[in-house]
Structures are given as C-alpha cells and as structure tokens.
C-alpha cells in the first residue's frame, strides 16, 4: 500500500481528530485535527505565493519549535512541493550551501531567525495570516477550537511550573475538515520527492538525500499502530536529523502521543519521562552517556519504560548495561541506519553475549558484507555494510548516479562482519579506521574496551599522523576522577592487542558531537593537531 504523508495525515485526522499528536514541553499540544487544518492552510498560502509542485522550500527551526515544524512540514508537502528540514544551529554559510544547492525557492522559519536571503522567507504565522482561515474574532474559543502558531518557550528548570514566555502569534477556529480542503491543492502522487535530508558532514561536504512520498510514508498505516504499548512516547532528537525525521513520522502514524522538550538536559528530559509515565523513549547514544552520568535513575521513577530505543551511532556496551539498571522494565534496543539508507535498519535488544552486535535486518529489509564492487562476503568475512529497503529507494539529490546507491543497494560507509546467526557486528567507519603499520585497528574496537574501565564517561578513539608507521591510535576522554594515561594502557594491556593500544591519550571536558550526536573526530583530530 503506497501513501503519501498528506493522506497520512488527513486519515488520522478523519478518524481521531481530537487525538493528541505531539507535545513539546510548555506549548499547547497539537491535536490531529489541528495539524491537518492548519497544514492544509498553509499549503494554500504556499499556493498563492507562487509555489509549484517540486519546489524545494527549506525548513528552519529549532528544538521549541516542533509544532510549528511539523505544520510547516506536512503544509509544504500537502502543496505538492518538497521539505527542506533544516536545524536552526547551522551556521549561516552552511544554511546557504544547502538551500542553494537545493534550489530553494523560499524558506519558512522561526521567528526572530535570520536566515539566508534565498527566494522569499516567511514564518508559519505569516503564511496563516495570508489565509482566508485566519478569524479576526478575539473571543477566546471554547478547549479544542484553538491552534497556536506559535510555540511557548519554556525558561522553567523542572516540570513542576513554568515561567513560559508566550511566542503565541495568531489563532485560528476552524470547523469541519472539508471546510478547508482547496480546488488548489492536488494531492501528490506515492513517487513524487518529498524531503530533502542533509547528512552531518561528519566526512566531508555534507550531500542532500532525497527521498520520495513512499519512502517515507513506508509501512505506515497499519490497523495495529507501532508502540501500542505506550500512551507516550518521549524523544529529544533535533530537527533537521534523520531521527528526529522518524519520530515525526511517528507522530503521524503510531499509536502514543510523541512529546519532546525545547533542550535536552538530562535531568530535564528524565523529568519529562516520569512526568508522562513514557512507555517509549528514544536517544542516542551521547543523551544515554549524560543520563547515566547524572544517576538520573536514583532521582527519577524511570520504572514505565518498556522500550528504550538508541539510534545514530552504535551504543557502547557498557553504556548499555548501565541503562538496564536506570530503567528496570525497558528492552534497551539499538537501531542501525543512516540518512542514504532509511527505512532499512538493524535492530539489537541488548544481549551481553553478542557485546557490540547492531543486530538484525527487520520488516523485509536486507544487509550483506560485500566488496567495494558489491561482491557478496561470506559470514565472518569482514568487509563493506551494505542495506536494502523493500521501500522505495532513496538517493543523492542531484547526483542519483552516486556511487553510494547501486541496483536498490545503500553503501553505509562502515566496515563490518555478519555471524553465521545473521547477528551484524560494525568493525568502524571505512574513514575511520587506523592504518599503523601493517596492521588495521578498529575504533570501535578501542572505545569498547576503553569503555570497560570504571573511570571513564566517554571516549573516542581516532587516528593521528606518525613518522614512522603512519598513523597510530589516540584516544580523547571524558572521566569522572583524573585517569593517567599509564594507568589506561595498563588496563588495556589484557583486552587489545599491542598495535591496539593508544599511543596518545588526553582528557577533555567534552567530545564534539555534531546536531545527530555523533562524534565529530575530524574536529578531535584538528585539536590534537593544533595542540
């Protein structure tokens, strides 16, 4: 069953309008009802502005901004054109790089942004105010006539009160769905382009993948709605990711209410999970080393969590384990995929006896180890990941030839091995691994066992320039007492291999980490250099 997000939308609309669809922390909660009125009202703001089928129209917002986002983004769809989700913590030159090299004909923003002068630029209040919805009547409206524009930026530290400042911009009462359906308005087709997701950089310029209606829409509308088991489902994924892309797609189609919060903090977003009794959280790996490193488990009721996804990067095992004791009932989960290769992924219920497995392929997806030809390896032959969704493939925006998507086949860029079981284990990114001597070292491997020591936080290994072999191991931390690098390499003496073990170790008050939460190790590698 192909379906498009608009229909979608319009479908949960129709059946549950009044159901509750997102909620960010201190704003009025958007109902499904809402969110198709006043999509479809800025759709035809879209319209009227001149915006065709296949414009490309960048999105810019930021973690407050969630609402407003997700109106924004299904508007932009609903008018035929294409979303362009940005995060407002881009810098401007980099704002510029990706909606000229989109072709952006205009931007919606938050207010009070600045943002690159590329087309027209409008906020999600602006384009309403065009809109023959808009209703001059300053009566307020009885619970459930009302729709904010706007989002209220909370300045509270808990959840207990809130000292919100209001950013509520213009209001609107609107009645019957079909009172603003538009003879403007064509629905689009399952094949059109809908979105267009940056990637981090984390590897050089960063490339625009494009991804169809049907992709994104894909296995969605199902009589049984993922997560039944929650009324809540709580995330502090950025905009602008391809995680936090997921989860509004979930709150279109799954079965909580999907609720965030304008900036995650950990002892915030653990307020946020025991305030909603969140049967469903999902973080990366970075949220999970703050949450344990804050005991957010002593001070929270964490106990109605049954599922705990992790996402972006692998999660450490000992990250893990440690999540096993700050939510008791929660199956801590790992979810592997990238931006190219979404919806396909891997799903790992933590195991300790398969430490750093990311699983197995689900829902008719695939995964093989192959060469750089796209020759399939056997099992425990280590060689490039490569996915495949049963979706509709997505692809380079502009360069649909790249090398990356062959034959509905993604290269994810990593190195790794399938065990005779099907279990896939990451050996580390192709770009990542360090070349000392004659040997290869896994990153990944390092972390892991660096990890196991019990002074350490956080860690990062990459490699750094030496005259004689090449390159050699070092190794960035974040410790909760002074850790001497003597002392780590002893304790690393019985669990790597001499060629393993970090020639450089230095310790810092945090690792740089790109808007996805994945380590940046060309910023480690340029301080280390700079040092």
Request: charged share 20%.
């Amino acid at each position: 069953m192909n379906l498009t997000v608009p229909q979608l939308l319009r479908d949960r609309a129709l059946t549950d309008p009044d159901g509750v669809a997102l909620i960010v922390h201190g704003s009025v909660p958007l109902t499904y009802g809402q969110w198709h009125e006043r999509s479809t009202a800025l759709a035809n703001s879209l319209v009227a502005r001149g915006v065709t089928r296949g414009d490309r129209v960048g999105l810019v917002f930021g973690g407050a901004d969630w609402v407003d986002y997700a109106v924004a983004f299904c508007g932009v769809l609903t008018s035929g054109a294409v979303a362009v989700p940005l995060s407002d913590r881009l810098s401007t030159a980099d704002l510029r790089f990706m909606l000229e090299n989109c072709r952006a004909t205009g931007v919606i923003h938050a207010g009070g942004l600045t943002v690159p002068e590329i087309g027209w630029s409008a906020t999600v209040a602006g384009l309403h105010a065009e809109t023959s919805y808009e209703t001059a009547d300053p009566t307020p409206p009885e619970p459930g006539d009302l729709t904010v524009s706007g989002s209220e930026r909370s300045t509270d530290s808990g959840f207990g009160g809130s000292t919100a400042e209001s950013e509520r911009h213009v209001s609107f009462r609107f009645g019957d769905l079909g009172d603003v359906e538009s003879a403007h308005l064509k629905d689009p087709e399952p094949g059109d382009l809908a979105q267009i997701l940056y990637t981090s950089g984390t590897t050089g310029r960063p490339k625009g993948v494009s991804a169809t209606h049907a992709n994104l829409a894909y296995g969605c509308g199902a009589k049984r709605r993922p997560f039944a088991h929650s009324t809540h489902l709580v995330h502090a994924f950025p905009i602008g990711t391809n995680a936090g892309q997921t989860m509004l797609i979930n709150a279109l189609d799954a079965h909580p209410a999907v609720v965030t919060l304008p900036r995650f903090t950990p002892s915030r977003f653990a307020a946020l999970i025991e305030s909603y009794r969140a049967g469903t959280v999902f973080l990366v790996p970075a949220m999970a080393i703050e949450l344990m490193k804050a005991g957010v488990g002593e001070r929270h009721d964490l106990s109605d969590v049954l599922l705990l996804g992790s996402a972006a990067a692998p999660l450490p095992s000992a990250v893990a384990q440690a999540l096993t004791k700050a939510f008791p009932n929660a199956t801590i989960t790992n979810y592997y995929t990238s931006t190219e290769a979404a919806p396909a992924q891997t799903i790992m219920m933590f195991d300790p006896d398969r430490p750093g497995s990311v699983g197995r392929p689900v829902a008719g997806g695939r995964v093989r180890i192959a060469t750089a030809e796209g020759e399939p390896l056997a099992a425990g032959e280590t060689g490039e990941v490569w996915m495949r969704s049963p979706a509709a493939p997505r692809a380079y925006y502009g360069d649909p030839e790249s090398g990356t998507f062959r034959n509905g086949w993604v290269r994810m860029g990593d190195l790794g091995r399938i065990d005779a079981e099907g279990y896939l284990y990451l050996v580390d990114r192709e770009s990542d691994v360090v070349k000392s001597g004659a040997y290869k070292v896994s990153t990944i491997h390092v972390e892991e066992a660096v990890y196991q020591h019990p002074a350490v936080i956080e860690a990062a290994a990459f490699g750094v320039p030496h005259p004689v072999l090449g390159t050699v191991v070092s190794v960035a931390l974040v410790t909760r007492v002074p850790l001497a690098p003597e002392e780590l390499r002893l304790f690393l003496m019985d669990r790597l291999a001499s060629y393993e073990l970090p020639a450089h170790v230095v310790t810092v008050d945090t690792l740089p980490r790109n808007d996805g939460g994945k380590v940046d190790k060309r910023a480690l590698r340029r301080a280390t250099e700079n040092a």
